[in-house]
């Protein structure tokens, strides 16, 4: 066990919807980074904050955004669902930007129909 | 940017025997770390080894080890004695290290190498 919640674990929707994944980070961990896993991107960065403000941005769409809250803990906010969006959304949790070591959640599987 | 190139999408190994993953990487950084990550079918990302680039001596972590050349930028996992439970796709990874924390040290992935262990 890593320490890093992820909710849902599995989730299915339809092509045109908004979904949230949910992030809670190992206790004391500062920064939250957000990766999609797809067959043929393999794992790609998302977005980075740290202690609530937005760090780094990755390959991320503009219909994808994300906040990180008081609490430290981060939603992923999708919308206009296509579905080439179907894909493992991992969130990964680290004491600070450069400590060198990210600690992994279980991913949220998402299917877009 | 960095990248991170895993040549071998699939390979296997009979059970007790050793394996050896290749990773090359390419970047401007001088100071950054290596990693290899396993990902079993349960899909969770698990640390297997961590390398910092400016260590010579090359990490080992019980039947894990690496092989580091960083004047070729080439980061190699050996598995020894494999087992069952090392069947999983295994992940190369480059984070850039900094001193003062600022910016940002995401991880930069490869493709994968998917790793059976026959039995």
């Known amino acids: 066990d890593s320490g890093v919640t992820q909710t849902p674990k599995h989730l299915i929707t339809a092509t045109g919807q908004r979904v949230t994944l949910r992030c809670s980070p190992r206790?004391?961990?500062?920064?939250v980074y957000w990766y999609q896993q797809s067959l043929d991107q393999g794992l790609q960065f998302l977005i980075h904050?740290?202690?609530?403000?937005?760090?780094a941005k990755g390959n991320i769409l503009e219909r994808f955004s994300a906040q990180q809250f008081p609490d430290l803990h981060s939603e992923l906010n999708l919308s206009s669902l296509e579905l080439g969006d179907s894909a493992l959304y991992f969130c990964?949790?680290?004491?600070?930007?450069?400590?060198?070591?990210?600690?992994f959640g279980e991913g949220s599987r998402l299917t877009v129909l | 940017a960095q990248t991170v190139t895993q040549s071998q999408p699939e390979m296997s190994v009979q059970e007790a025997e050793t394996v050896t993953l290749s990773c090359t990487y390419d970047?401007?950084?001088?100071?950054?770390?290596l990693f290899w990550y396993k990902q079993p079918p349960s899909r969770q990302m698990i640390l297997v080894i961590r390398q910092e680039a400016y260590k010579q001596q090359n990490a080992t972590e019980n039947r894990f080890s690496v092989n580091f050349q960083k004047a070729a930028k080439s980061f190699s996992l050996k598995i020894s004695d494999s087992q069952l439970g090392d069947t999983a796709m295994y992940f190369c990874a480059f984070m850039k290290r900094g001193g003062s924390g600022a910016g940002s040290y995401q991880l930069t992935f490869g493709k994968g190498t998917k790793l059976s262990v026959i039995p």
């Open positions: 206790s004391g961990d500062l920064s």
């Open positions: 990964a949790s680290s004491v600070a930007p450069a400590a060198g070591e990210l600690f």
């Open positions: 970047t401007s950084e001088s100071n950054y770390y």
């Open positions: 904050y740290y202690n609530g403000e937005e760090r």
